[in-house]
């Protein structure tokens, strides 16, 4: 079993409505958890880190944390073309305290 | 406003040269990390700097050295390359540790034919 796992996609979400991401780890005590957008061809950049569970809201982007059930989602409200890419879920690893990452979901907003 | 600075940008190397990749930092950053990519496989830390002086084996180190030359350089070096070796390679650097947002270099794209 991989130690965090995404769903390889590609996504295909419409203009102006909501795209959920996925990602499940497998770390019981991970306590630290980001999602990266990187575009084709291009470095990643960190978009959202959340640490408790619950829901944390930035713009149009929300992160949502489950740690009882070991999944981490991005919700992306109004999707916009611009928000195609290849988004990264990574985990702060409890034993070298090191980011393990997700293979990523290719995300496609169609106009 | 450079941010992290790679070099080079692409390489192709025959099976068995050494080559160096050089990455560089203007951020006062602490920390200072070498990830390949691979299509299917996310990013995978080969070695890490936690701090100026200290290096550490990531995840898959096997055929790779770093030296963290001071606070600002971080180099990766190839010494006999194998096709296994082909992928793009990422340095980023973070203020503190891991669980600090991480900045990426442009990657390089490497072949090894």
């Known amino acids: 079993q991989k130690e965090v796992e995404q769903n390889s996609g590609p996504l295909s979400v419409p203009e102006g409505a909501i795209a959920s991401l996925n990602c499940t780890y497998s770390d019981r005590v991970s306590q630290s958890f980001f999602w990266y957008r990187q575009y084709s061809g291009k470095s990643p950049e960190l978009i959202m880190s959340i640490y408790s569970n619950g829901d944390k809201e930035d713009g149009r982007f929300t992160a949502q944390l489950n740690k009882a059930s070991q999944y981490v989602s991005l919700l992306i409200r109004d999707s916009q073309p611009s928000d195609s890419a290849t988004y990264l879920c990574?985990?702060?690893?409890?034993?070298?305290?090191?980011?393990?990452w997700g293979a990523g979901t290719k995300l496609i907003i169609k106009p | 406003n450079a941010g992290v600075t790679q070099t080079p940008k692409f390489q192709v190397l025959k099976t068995g040269q050494s080559m160096t990749l050089q990455c560089a930092q203007d951020?006062?950053?602490?920390?200072m990390y070498w990830y390949r990519q691979d299509p299917g496989m996310g990013l995978r830390l080969i070695y890490y700097s936690a701090s100026e002086g200290t290096t550490d084996k990531g995840e898959v180190p096997n055929g790779y050295n770093v030296s963290r030359l001071n606070k600002r350089e971080f180099s990766l070096r190839l010494e006999s390359a194998a096709p296994s070796q082909t992928s793009v390679y990422f340095c980023a650097s973070s203020e503190l540790a891991a669980n600090t947002e991480a900045f990426f270099g442009q990657g390089t794209r490497l072949t090894v034919v």
């Open positions: 990574a985990v702060l690893s409890t034993s070298n305290y090191q980011l393990i």
């Open positions: 951020m006062n950053h602490n920390s």
